[in-house]
Structures are given as C-alpha cells and as structure tokens.
C-alpha cells in the first residue's frame, strides 16, 4: 500500500509567505496546517493556523489558565485583534520547527505510531528526494478505508 494514495494534495508554505496567503491555501485543501518548505527547497517547520492565532491573538496567561476561564470573560480586557495587521505578516517567525513527515513506502501502521508520536492527527507524505506528495490526516485515512470497502 502506498500512503500517497491516503494523502491531500495541498500547497507547501515558503518563506515570505502571508498570513492571508497561508491561510487562503488551507482554507482551499481544509487543512490546519501546511509543511514549509525553506528557500534551499528542503522541509523543515511546518506552517499552523492555530499555532499562529494562538502567538498572536491570546495572551500566554490565558493559555495557562483557559480551563479556569467562565463563558464571559468581559472584565479581562485585551487589545483587539488586528485582522489586516495579521493577515499582512509574514509567517516565518510562526514556522514550528518539528515536522512530521512519512515516506509514501512507510506501512499504515508505521504512520498511525508517527502520528501517535508527534500527538497529532497529520503527518507530511514526502519522499527521499524531498518532494511533497500531500498530507495524510487520519480523517484521509477514514475517508479511503471508507471509499475502499464501501458495500
């Protein structure tokens, strides 16, 4: 079984990107999270919608305390959140630098323990020669096990 028959096609965040840019592109494949590709044309971070929203637009403290906070929480007041200002960043100082990746070789097995590993539901299919072939997400699994045996 080869994985890239499970994985999306989705573009690959570059340096210099957007914020608007990058999140146009997930929007497009549905998927949080893009692999960023560096200017020598290696992977090495991937680029997060949540990991982005969550440096810019929550304070660190209420990270901390989140399951203490009620459903009105008007007495903490913050800044408002700049739309324009984000979307117009950059992303590179928003890259995580860990990427889960797998080679579209690897058994099915082999990708649910990576993923298990990394404590998330994505992993990056890329080959030996570095080439991008799509995210493998365990909703892209479901979606092709189902697809596969489907009566």
């Not at 090495?44 to 009105?72: F, W, Y």
């Not at 903490?76 to 960043?89: A, C, G, S, V, Y």
């Not at 649910?112 to 080439?131: G, K, P, W």
């Amino acid at each position: 079984m080869n994985l890239i028959e499970f994985a999306v096609p989705t573009a690959a965040a570059f340096p210099g990107m957007t914020v608007r840019e990058l999140f146009t592109e997930c929007v497009k494949a549905n998927s949080a999270v893009l692999p960023f590709r560096a200017a020598n044309g290696k992977f090495t971070g991937r680029a997060s919608i949540r990991h982005i929203l969550g440096e810019v637009c929550i304070p660190e403290a209420m990270i901390e305390h989140a399951r203490l906070l009620g459903d009105t929480i008007t007495a903490l007041q913050f800044p408002p959140i700049r739309e324009k200002e984000l979307l117009d960043m950059t992303i590179d100082e928003f890259i995580i630098k860990d990427i889960p990746t797998i080679t579209p070789a690897s058994p099915m097995a082999k990708a649910l323990a990576v993923m298990q590993c990394y404590n998330t539901s994505y992993l990056f299919v890329i080959d030996r020669e570095h080439n991008y072939h799509g995210t493998l997400s365990t909703v892209s699994l479901a979606r092709r096990l189902l697809d596969r045996n489907s009566p």
